[in-house]
C-alpha cells in the first residue's frame, strides 16, 4: 500500500495534476497559495497604473481596448483567488495581507505610467514578460492554477498584440510619438526584465517549487526567454534597448544581458518603489468602500439559506 507522500511523490513524477481534494504536504500547499494568491494580488494591482489611462486614451478605439484589457486583468484576479481558495485560503484574509504588506505582488507595478506609450509598453513587454512566465504555468502541478494559466494565457496574448501595435503606431509617427515610445522602452525594459525574480542562485523558493514541479523553468531561463523574443522585437520598431552591454551570442543563440539593478528590485519588493505606497492606498480605500458590498451579500445568503431550509 503506497503512503499518502509516495502517491503523491508519484503523480508530480509522472506529471498527473494535483486536485484539491488530493492529498499534499503542507509546504507544496503554502507555497501554493503565496505564488498564487500573490499572482492574484498583481493581476488586482496591475488594474490600477492602466486605468489611470482609461480616460486619457487618444482614442475611442484605444479607450474601448484597454477598458477591455484592464477588465480581463480583474478576471484574471478573481480565477485566481478561486484557485488559492481550493487550497483553502480566505480571500479576505489574502485580501488584508496585501493591504498590510505581508503579502506580494508583482514589482512592475509599482513604476508610474507617465505618458501613453508606457501603456503601450506595459501592454507589450509587461504582459509579454507575463505571457512567458505564464506558459510555463499551464503545466504546472496543481490542477486549478494550471487551468486558470490556460485561460489567461488567450487573454493575455491579445492584450500582448494590441500593446505591440500600439507601440508600433507611435514608433512609426512624429518624432515626438517615437521618442514617446523611445522613453517608455527606457524606463520599462529594466523593471521588465525583474519580474522574473532574483537570479537563481539567489531565489530561496525555486528548489522547492521545482522539485514539486510548481515551477517547470526557473527564473533565469525564462529571463532568457523574454530577451531572446523581445530584442528582435525592440529592433524592429526601430527602438534601442537601454543596456549597452547587450550582446548577440552566436553560439548559444541568446541575447546576453548587463547586470540587473538587483538593490532595485529588493527595495522595490520591500515597499519603497516609486508607486508602492499609492498603490497599497488604492487597494485599501477599494477594500474599505467594498464592505457595505460584502456585508450585504453576506446577508442576503445567509437569508437565502435561511429560505432554503424552512422549504427543505
Ligand atoms: N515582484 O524565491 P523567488 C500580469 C519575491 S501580472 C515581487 O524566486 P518564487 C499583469 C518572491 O515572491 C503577472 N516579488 O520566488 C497584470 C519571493 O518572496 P516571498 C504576475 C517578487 O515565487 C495586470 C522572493 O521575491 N505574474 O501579467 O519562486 C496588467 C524571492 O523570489 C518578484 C506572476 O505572479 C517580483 N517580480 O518566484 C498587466 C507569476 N520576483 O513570496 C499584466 C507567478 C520574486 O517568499 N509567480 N519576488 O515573500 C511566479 O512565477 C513566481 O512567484 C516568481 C518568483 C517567478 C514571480
Not at 479607450?63 to 484592464?70: D, E, F, H, Y
Not at 523581445?230 to 548559444?252: A, C, H, Y
Request: charged share 25%; aromatic share 10%.
Amino acid at each position: 500500500m503506497n503512503t499518502q507522500v509516495e502517491l503523491f511523490d508519484n503523480k508530480v513524477e509522472n506529471d498527473i495534476s494535483i486536485e484539491p481534494k488530493d492529498w499534499m504536504p503542507d509546504a507544496y500547499r503554502k507555497t501554493l497559495i503565496r505564488q498564487i494568491g500573490q499572482h492574484g494580488h498583481s493581476e488586482v494591482v496591475g488594474m490600477l497604473p492602466e486605468g489611470n489611462w482609461i480616460t486619457r486614451a487618444p482614442t475611442l478605439k484605444r479607450k474601448a481596448v484597454l477598458l477591455a484589457k484592464v477588465q480581463d486583468e480583474a478576471g484574471h484576479g478573481l480565477y485566481l483567488y478561486s484557485a488559492a481558495e481550493t487550497l483553502g485560503a480566505d480571500r479576505d484574509d489574502m485580501m488584508e495581507k496585501l493591504i498590510a504588506g505581508r503579502m506580494k505582488y508583482s514589482s512592475i507595478f509599482n513604476y508610474p505610467t507617465l505618458t501613453w506609450a508606457d501603456i503601450a509598453a506595459i501592454g507589450w513587454l509587461v504582459d509579454g514578460a507575463a505571457i512567458v512566465n505564464q506558459v510555463a504555468l499551464c503545466r504546472t502541478s496543481y490542477g486549478p492554477y494550471a487551468r486558470a494559466m490556460v485561460r489567461i494565457c488567450k487573454e493575455e496574448s491579445f492584450h500582448q498584440r494590441q500593446g505591440f501595435e500600439a507601440m508600433m503606431v507611435l514608433a512609426n509617427g512624429t518624432p515626438e510619438q517615437k521618442a514617446m515610445a523611445q522613453d517608455a522602452v527606457d524606463r520599462f525594459w529594466w523593471p521588465a526584465l525583474m519580474m522574473f525574480g532574483p537570479n537563481d542562485d539567489n531565489s530561496p523558493n525555486s528548489a522547492a517549487s521545482m522539485a514539486w514541479k510548481i515551477k517547470l523553468f526557473s527564473n533565469d531561463e525564462l529571463r532568457q526567454k523574454f530577451v531572446n523574443n523581445t530584442v528582435p522585437q525592440v529592433l524592429q520598431l526601430g527602438l534601442t534597448i537601454p543596456d549597452k552591454d547587450l550582446t548577440f551570442n552566436e553560439e548559444t543563440g541568446n541575447y546576453e544581458f548587463g547586470e540587473i539593478n538587483w538593490d532595485e528590485f529588493f527595495a522595490v519588493i520591500a515597499g519603497k518603489g516609486p508607486c508602492n505606497h499609492e498603490r497599497i492606498e488604492a487597494r485599501r480605500k477599494a477594500w474599505e468602500d467594498g464592505k457595505w458590498v460584502r456585508d450585504s451579500a453576506a446577508v442576503y445568503a445567509q437569508k437565502q439559506q435561511v429560505n432554503a431550509q424552512k422549504a427543505a
